[in-house]
């Protein structure tokens, strides 16, 4: 059963780029992420813990297809790919969804990798202090 609200939202602004049984991969304009992607399951699933097999395996399909192409397309040097879950992991949207972004060695923080922020001494939790 398709979220009736993710594709309103979706089809709206015309940003479905590709999609297979299970799950929509979505192309996002974005101001500093300018090729950033998401591949998010049909029906509402809140995380990837909510996946089923089926949703996981079609979910991996998009992402190796489109990684392909992206990496044909824009030949990035990397890539970051991650799910965040719950409000203090980050998702702000509650329904599953798989970033794909293509990194390049000419941005700031090219090399850091998503646990950049989290291994500063500044996130240290106040408890183990």
């Given at each position: 059963?398709?979220?009736?609200?993710c594709?309103?939202?979706l089809k709206k602004?015309d940003?479905?780029?590709?999609?297979?049984?299970?799950?929509?991969?979505?192309?996002?304009?974005?101001?500093?992420?300018?090729?950033?992607?998401m591949?998010?399951?049909?029906?509402?699933?809140?995380t990837?813990?909510?996946?089923?097999?089926?949703e996981?395996?079609d979910t991996?399909?998009?992402?190796?297809?489109h990684?392909?192409?992206?990496?044909?397309?824009?030949?990035?040097?990397?890539?970051?790919?991650?799910?965040?879950c719950?409000?203090?992991?980050?998702q702000?949207?509650?329904?599953a969804?798989l970033?794909?972004?293509p990194?390049?060695?000419?941005?700031?923080?090219?090399?850091?990798?998503?646990r950049?922020w989290?291994?500063s001494?500044?996130?240290c939790?106040?408890t183990?202090?």
């Amino acid at each position: 059963m398709i979220c009736t609200l993710c594709y309103d939202f979706l089809k709206k602004d015309d940003l479905i780029f590709d999609e297979n049984e299970t799950c929509f991969y979505v192309e996002l304009p974005h101001e500093i992420l300018e090729y950033s992607r998401m591949i998010l399951p049909k029906r509402c699933a809140e995380t990837v813990f909510d996946l089923n097999e089926e949703e996981i395996k079609d979910t991996f399909r998009l992402l190796n297809k489109h990684k392909k192409r992206i990496q044909d397309e824009l030949s990035p040097e990397g890539f970051n790919v991650g799910w965040n879950c719950y409000p203090t992991g980050g998702q702000d949207t509650p329904h599953a969804h798989l970033h794909l972004i293509p990194r390049f060695s000419d941005e700031p923080f090219a090399g850091k990798g998503i646990r950049y922020w989290f291994k500063s001494e500044e996130n240290c939790r106040v408890t183990l202090k």
